[in-house]
């Protein structure tokens, strides 16, 4: 049996069905939270999650922006400012309070009520957002360890949009990176496979059209930063 792994996805319906059509064909495929902020797309995004049958858990930016728009953007870590004094953060609360407006009732109660986590395949799979009972928990590579797992073999998470797969013991922890905001330098599109017979990730990459969704936050009141983010593939603090 095979899955399909994406995360991340944040509003950016042109990266997303370059994902869908680039993937192989898997039994079921699987979000690791964060459909929307960020990208100008958010509708189509959850009306592909719709029309896909695509399984989802909530994000940080989902919990957010469909619970507490006024806990958007409210940082804890130090964050580098760009010349103005601008943070990241900063920008990902323009970018939600703007999602936030856009979306209609029914598209809020979905976010609102998806879960936390989900344990799928008889136990075999978990899928987080941030780390095991922390949503908004950043976990990196040089984070990883056997400390992570719970009773499942393979673990699967989101948020930090670095993609990565390392095996602790024959169990095996995979973030599939992101597939509408990429932080790892690589501005393409990412996404996984895992074959659950042979407990493998395959991890991939693809080219979208970036420029679309560029000329896109252009046309909105989207702050103008996150087409920088994009064409970088990184977060950049400049400018």
Excluded at 150 to 169: K, M, N, P, R, W
Excluded at 217 to 226: A, V, Y
């Amino acid at each position: 049996m095979k899955l399909g792994l994406i995360s991340d996805v944040h509003g950016n319906q042109p990266a997303l069905e370059a994902v869908l059509a680039d993937m192989p064909d898997v039994d079921q495929i699987y979000h690791c939270g964060d459909a929307i902020g960020y990208n100008p797309f958010p509708h189509r995004v959850l009306e592909t999650f719709a029309n896909e049958g695509i399984i989802s858990i909530q994000g940080n930016h989902d919990r957010k922006i469909s619970t507490n728009i006024d806990s958007m953007g409210t940082a804890t870590e130090p964050e580098a400012r760009n010349d103005a004094g601008v943070r990241p953060s900063d920008l990902a609360r323009a970018a939600g309070v703007w999602t936030h407006e856009l979306l209609n009732a029914e598209e809020i109660e979905y976010l609102a009520n998806l879960p936390a986590e989900l344990t799928i395949e008889d136990g075999i799979v978990k899928l987080v957002h941030g780390k095991p009972g922390d949503q908004d928990a950043r976990l990196y590579p040089e984070d990883y360890g056997p400390h992570l797992f719970g009773d499942e073999s393979i673990l699967v998470h989101g948020h930090t949009h670095v993609q990565h797969a390392e095996y602790f013991d024959g169990r095996l922890l995979v973030n599939p990176g992101s597939v509408g905001q990429p932080r790892d330098g690589d501005p393409r599109a990412a996404y996984a496979i895992i074959d659950l017979e042979t407990n493998t990730a395959t991890l991939r990459r693809v080219t979208y059209p970036i420029e679309e969704v560029v000329r896109k936050i252009q046309q909105t009141s989207l702050p103008d930063p996150l087409c920088l983010w994009l064409e970088k593939g990184e977060i950049v603090a400049e400018g």
